[in-house]
C-alpha cells in the first residue's frame, strides 16, 4: 500500500466518522416535549430524598446532571447493561429522541465547575484516580461522565458495589470500581455527596428550565 493510498483513505474515514458524530453531539433534547414525558419520572426523581427499598438507598438526583449522561444510563437499563427492574421498564418505552427530549427536561441544565473554588473537606488520596473523568470535585469533565458533586452519598456507594459485582457491567467504570479499596467506597462517596455546586432533586412545579413552561 502506498502513502498516497493511506491519507486519503484515512482523511475519509475521519470525515465519516465526523459526520456521523457531529449531529449526534449537537442535537439537543426538545425539553418541552421531555417534560409531558418525563412525568412518570417524577414520582420518584421528584421527590426529595426518595428512597428505593430492597435494597434501601436514595433515588438518584438527575436536575443539573449531564443530559449525555442521562441518555447514557437510560439505555444502558434498556439493554440490561445495568440490571433494575423498574428503571429497565421505564426505558424500553423510551426510544432514543425520547430519551434525550426527558434527559433535557430532567437535567434542566447542567452544573459546571466554579473556577477557583476549593473543595469542601479533605479530598481522599483515593479521588486521584477519580478525577481524570469526574473532576476533583464530582463535576463530570465531558457530558459522558457523570457528575457526582451533591448526589446522595448512599447512592453513590450503592453503584460502587454494583460496578464491583456485575450489577452494572459498563467498561469503563466496572474495572476502576473493581480496584477501589473496601474502606474507600464510604469515604469517596462522602466526599462527592458533600462538593457544591450540587446535583437536585427534579423540581416538581416549577422547573428549572424555563424552556419547559
Ligand atoms: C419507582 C421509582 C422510579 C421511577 C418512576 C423512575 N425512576 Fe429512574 N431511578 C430509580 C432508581 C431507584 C434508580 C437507581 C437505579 C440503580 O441503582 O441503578 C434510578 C436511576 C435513574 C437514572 C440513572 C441516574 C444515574 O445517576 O446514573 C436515570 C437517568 C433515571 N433513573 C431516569 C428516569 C426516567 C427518565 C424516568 C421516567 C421515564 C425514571 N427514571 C423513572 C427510580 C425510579
Ligand atoms: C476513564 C473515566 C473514568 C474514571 C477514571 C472513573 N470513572 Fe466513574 N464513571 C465513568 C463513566 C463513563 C461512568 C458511567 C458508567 C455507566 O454508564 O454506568 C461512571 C460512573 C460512575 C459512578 C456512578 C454514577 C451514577 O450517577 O450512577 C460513580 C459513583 C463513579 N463513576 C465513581 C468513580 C470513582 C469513585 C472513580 C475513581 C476510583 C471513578 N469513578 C473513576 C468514568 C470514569
Known amino acids: 500500500m502506498s502513502r ?29 416535549r421531555g417534560k409531558t414525558l418525563g412525568y412518570t419520572c417524577l414520582g420518584c426523581h421528584g421527590v426529595p430524598n426518595y428512597k428505593s427499598v430492597y435494597p434501601t438507598y436514595s433515588v438518584p438526583m438527575l436536575a443539573g446532571q449531564h443530559p449525555e449522561y442521562i441518555v447514557t ?15 429497565h421498564a ?3 418505552t423510551l426510544s432514543d ?31 486521584a484516580t477519580c478525577s481524570a473523568c469526574h473532576g476533583r470535585e464530582g463535576i463530570g469533565i465531558m457530558g459522558i461522565y457523570p457528575t457526582l458533586s451533591g448526589q446522595h452519598a448512599d447512592y453513590l456507594e450503592h453503584t460502587l ?4 459485582k456485575g450489577g452494572r457491567r459498563n467498561g469503563i467504570m466496572a474495572p476502576f470500581a ?15 455527596a458533600k462538593q457544591k455546586p450540587a446535583l437536585q ?13
Do not use: C
Not at 458495589?161 to 464491583?164: A, L, M, S, T
Open 73 to 87: 444510563a437510560l439505555k444502558a437499563y434498556k439493554s440490561g447493561e445495568r440490571g433494575h427492574a423498574t428503571m
Open 201 to 213: 432533586t427534579v423540581p416538581r412545579r416549577k422547573t428549572v428550565l424555563s424552556a419547559a413552561q
Open 97 to 127: 429522541q425520547d430519551m434525550q427530549d426527558v434527559a433535557a427536561f430532567l437535567s434542566g441544565s447542567a452544573i459546571k465547575a466554579v473556577a477557583g473554588a476549593a473543595p469542601a473537606g479533605e479530598i481522599p488520596a483515593a479521588v
Open 178 to 192: 473493581g480496584q477501589m479499596k473496601e474502606a474507600d467506597i464510604k469515604i469517596v462517596a462522602e466526599y462527592y
Open 4 to 32: 498516497s493510498w493511506i491519507y486519503p483513505a484515512l482523511l475519509s474515514v475521519t470525515a465519516l466518522f465526523g459526520a456521523a458524530y457531529a449531529p449526534q453531539a449537537a442535537a439537543e433534547g426538545d425539553a418541552a
Open 161 to 164: 458495589e454494583q460496578y464491583r
Open 90 to 92: 421505564h426505558a424500553v
